[in-house]
């Protein structure tokens, strides 16, 4: 019987390639897939997602403000009022177009890297807003968008809650962790699959069910089979990305840019049977 990896690599193999376009006439691109452009209107191959128009540069960096309610008791907090403000005017960003069905993508790391949640503030009239149950502690929130008039942002916001009494500034030491997971019925592998001539990588996972066999039964997630959450230890740098192809398992290929080599902290997310997980693993690009 053939492996698990060998099988995936054959899936893999015969997966399509994505054309490239000439850039000269590009007027319209994929928010998750930059590279993926066309003269016209038409839908991304990669994650299926419409196209929008490619918007002139702008200079400056959104800006995320936060506003922290506490808690009523014990520290932390139980409510997050975020507002993205224009890099020109500073103004409140009123207009944000959906990327993977969502205006605002929240990604709430702990500084020891031990806390993850991937959230959906709901928008209000000035804003966005999330009920959010944080003890103590400090975090980074990353805040994913695709503004009106703007390219895609990853936004950091570091944040301490309430009640904390370390410092906020240590970075978390991490050791590689590429080891198999289990995460709700599922075994989780991770391939790395490096570039030769930049910090560049292919990250494969491959799933099996506890009996082994092959996980082929994942479900829509937020308009992709899967996401990828990367982030640098001292969390300045970010990378949140989904497979380079539609399915339903067992194979996940996510093909990554990262700023530097170095270890990097991930989270692969998945949805089976109605219950999304969260796998972590620690890797180094080199």
């Not at 995936?8 to 376009?21: F, T």
């Amino acid at each position: 019987m053939m492996g698990l990896w060998p099988m995936l690599a054959l899936v893999v193999a015969l997966l399509p390639s994505v054309a490239q376009p000439d850039r000269s006439a590009d007027r319209f691109w994929c928010p998750m897939h930059p590279q993926v452009r066309s003269p016209a209107p038409q839908t991304c191959p990669i994650c299926s997602m419409a196209l929008v128009p490619i918007t002139p540069p702008r200079a400056g960096q959104y800006r995320l403000a936060v506003t922290q309610v506490p808690a009523r008791h014990g520290g932390g907090i139980q409510t997050l009022k975020l507002r993205i403000r224009d890099p020109d005017s500073r103004d409140n960003v009123q207009m944000f177009a959906e990327t993977h069905e969502r205006l605002l993508h929240l990604f709430i790391i702990g500084r020891d890297l031990r806390f993850f949640a991937h959230e959906h503030p709901e928008r209000t009239a000035d804003g966005f807003e999330l009920p959010v149950d944080l003890p103590p502690g400090a975090y980074m929130l990353i805040a994913d968008f695709l503004p009106g008039g703007g390219y895609p942002q990853m936004v950091h916001r570091a944040i301490v809650t309430p009640g904390f009494r370390a410092s906020p500034f240590e970075s978390a030491a991490v050791h590689e962790d590429a080891s198999d997971k289990l995460a709700d019925g599922m075994r989780v592998q991770i391939e790395i699959e490096p570039a030769r001539a930049r910090p560049a990588a292919v990250l494969r996972f491959g799933l099996t069910d506890e009996a082994g066999v092959p996980v082929t039964d994942l479900e829509p997630y937020l308009g992709s089979v899967a996401h990828l959450l990367v982030v640098s230890p001292d969390l300045t740098q970010s990378i949140h990305a989904h497979p380079d192809a539609p399915g339903s398992g067992p194979a996940l290929a996510f093909d990554v840019e990262f700023p530097e080599a170095g270890v990097y902290k991930l989270w692969v997310q998945m949805q089976r049977r109605g219950k999304v997980s969260a796998v972590p693993f620690v890797i180094r690009i080199g």
